[in-house]
């Protein structure tokens, strides 16, 4: 008996089933069958989440397509896609961090195939995605610092972290429900000049002057970015510079090499096309 | 009453199909249909769908074809070809410069089937894909499925690939797609992991991708025609199939009605009927001719009275 009949035998003692009832078992059968055990650096251990289904991919790509209208919505979809593939305790949901956002798109992108090209100017440069999922592995992920400024004999106090994946998409969405220009020239500026405003309070977990904290995160993101806008230069300083070392690790991991050949992977929808 | 005395076992399927020769009335108002039809996609559809029409009118067990897949179904029409016509499909191509010279072709339509049942096994070989305990049966899209690609000029393949899915199987449970609505197949399938489609799609494009690369026709000068299920080069080759002579029809209605045979048995001839009957009309008038040259032949050289003593003994 070939693998056709046994299917034929089976398929007649079978329960056949209605469209409600073949949602409910392709629900259930993923979570119990199509999961991944990723390694979430942040927590240094393993989350057990759903597979990322043809929907959820679709959805990717979509969020690439707006992309290349400036309209990037790729971490707001993508979180919302990892919250409903996660099958462990929500509340580490709010913990994860761009550096666990980025192992849970390569693991998952890996997981389809490990095969990735990207077309160069020079050539076509073959991504081993392993190599870099295996590096997030080993990745020692940064502890959150402290950096302080005093002037005129007040200080002010700026502990810097990998930002919050959850953030990191609540400030997507923020930047790009607030446009105000419809103009394609003005509309890069204004996306460029707040994507950085936001990008720098992303990586700030608190804000203290004379030791009295602002409770800055639970502040809304328009407050986050007035505050920042109002620290003092010197002290801005010193967090970009905090900042560049915990981007440069992560960007240091995305990038991939071969022979004169070097390119950042970015983490958006073109991974899953 | 009609018999269906023919049948046809299909490869994929395992049904069974009862069917008869196509008749001369059929055969008429196809080759009529053809010949008002330049054509054209929207008219090779129109002409897909009349020949349907036609073909459920020579089958006994209609539901079983209309449950074929679009390569069954056209194994099947190449079969009722065959027997009602010839195996041969006669083509003339015209030149692509004036230097050149038409070319006749013939198309061997035995050999042809065979190859396109070659090519298109490819999807049917191990078509179970197992992935986590979740089967995919796959197969070639249902033929009025298949029709329903070519709506749409820029169709994105890939969403047509879920018409590929006979069933879905966990555990003794079996999901057959064809039992629910476009929008709930998609819904299905959109439920379905990534790394599925993944396996879903490379099995798919590589059977659509021999389809289309073998030259199914044997003939060089036929290379260019490839043959997949998203352009209507193959409802093209399918209305020349069943393309007829319009005016060699009308005249052979003319002679048979001229000899008194009636209509409806002129209708419900088969094409193999209209040869013999051609042939024996054909004797019929040799014969005549013979009896005349023969009279003429004996009456040459005689004078009157001998060709009388010749004609009433002497």
């Known amino acids: 008996m070939n693998l056709e009949d046994s299917w034929v035998i089976i398929c007649m003692s079978d329960k056949i089933l209605n469209f409600t009832e073949a949602l409910l078992e392709l629900e259930n059968v993923s979570k119990e069958k199509f999961t991944l055990n990723v390694w979430i650096p942040s927590q240094k251990k393993e989350f057990k989440i759903k597979e990322i289904n043809i929907k959820q991919q679709k959805s990717l790509l979509e969020s690439f397509l707006g992309s290349l209208n400036y309209k990037s919505t790729f971490s707001k979809v993508f979180f919302e896609i990892i919250k409903e593939n996660w099958l462990e305790d929500s509340e580490i949901l709010n913990e994860l961090t761009i550096v666990d956002k980025a192992m849970l798109a390569f693991y998952n992108r890996y997981n389809l195939s490990n095969e990735f090209e990207i077309n160069l100017e020079d050539g076509k440069?073959?991504?081993?995605?392993?190599?870099i999922v295996n590096k997030l592995k080993e990745y020692n992920h940064p502890k959150s610092k402290k950096i302080s400024h005093t002037n005129n004999g007040i200080t002010v106090e700026v502990e810097t972290c990998v930002p919050i994946f959850k953030q990191q998409a609540e400030i997507e969405d923020y930047i790009f429900n607030n446009i105000q220009t419809d103009d394609e020239e003005n509309l890069i500026k204004e996306i460029t000049s707040n994507s950085f405003v936001c990008d720098f309070a992303s990586y700030i977990k608190e804000i203290k002057i004379d030791h009295d904290s602002f409770g800055y995160n639970s502040l809304t993101i328009q407050e986050k970015i007035r505050l920042v806008e109002n620290l003092p230069a010197a002290l801005v300083k010193q967090v970009f510079d905090e900042i560049f070392v915990i981007k440069s690790s992560i960007e240091d991991i995305c990038t991939v090499k071969d022979g004169n050949l070097s390119k950042f992977i970015e983490i958006n929808g073109a991974l899953f096309m | 009453m009609d018999y269906f005395l023919y049948s046809?076992?299909?490869p994929f399927s395992q049904k069974k199909i009862f069917y008869r020769e196509i008749n001369s009335r059929e055969q008429f108002l196809l080759a009529k249909f053809a010949s008002l039809h330049p054509y054209g996609k929207e008219n090779d559809i129109d002409f897909f769908?009349?020949?349907?029409?036609?073909?459920l009118n020579c089958v006994e067990n209609k539901k079983d074809l209309l449950e074929l897949n679009i390569v069954e179904y056209i194994l099947f029409l190449l079969k009722i070809r065959i027997l009602s016509f010839d195996n041969f499909l006669e083509l003339?191509?015209?030149?692509?410069?004036?230097?050149e010279m038409k070319e006749k072709i013939s198309i061997d339509l035995n050999t042809f089937m065979k190859k396109f049942y070659e090519a298109s096994s490819k999807l049917m070989e191990n078509n179970i894909i197992e992935y986590n305990g979740i089967y995919v049966n796959l197969s070639w899209p249902d033929t009025k499925i298949a029709i329903s690609f070519l709506e749409?000029?820029?169709?994105d393949i890939?969403?047509?690939?879920?018409?590929?899915?006979?069933?879905l199987k966990t555990k003794e449970k079996t999901i057959v797609l064809n039992n629910f609505t476009k929008e709930e197949k998609n819904k299905i399938y959109e439920n379905l992991p990534s790394k599925l489609q993944?396996?879903?799609f490379d099995k798919i494009v590589k059977s659509i991708e021999n389809l289309f690369t073998e030259n199914l026709f044997s003939i060089k000068s036929l290379n260019w025609l490839n043959f997949n299920f998203y352009n209507n080069i193959y409802l093209y080759f399918i209305k020349l199939l069943f393309s007829s002579d319009i005016k060699g029809l009308y005249q052979q209605y003319y002679v048979?009605?001229?000899?008194n045979i009636n209509l409806f048995f002129i209708d419900n001839m088969t094409t193999a009927d209209r040869k013999v009957f051609m042939s024996l009309i054909e004797k019929e008038l040799d014969n005549k001719e013979d009896l005349m040259n023969n009279l003429n032949s004996t009456s040459e050289g005689m004078t009157p009275l001998e060709s009388l003593v010749d004609e009433f003994g002497g």
């Open chain 1, 125 to 131: 440069l073959n991504v081993n995605l392993l190599d």
């Open chain 2, 8 to 10: 046809v076992d299909l």
């Open chain 2, 49 to 55: 769908i009349a020949l349907n029409k036609i073909i």
């Open chain 2, 92 to 99: 003339e191509l015209n030149p692509n410069s004036e230097k």
């Open chain 2, 152 to 155: 749409n000029e820029n169709i």
């Open chain 2, 158 to 167: 890939s969403t047509t690939f879920v018409e590929y899915i006979k069933y």
């Open chain 2, 198 to 200: 993944v396996l879903i």
């Open chain 2, 256 to 259: 048979f009605a001229s000899k």
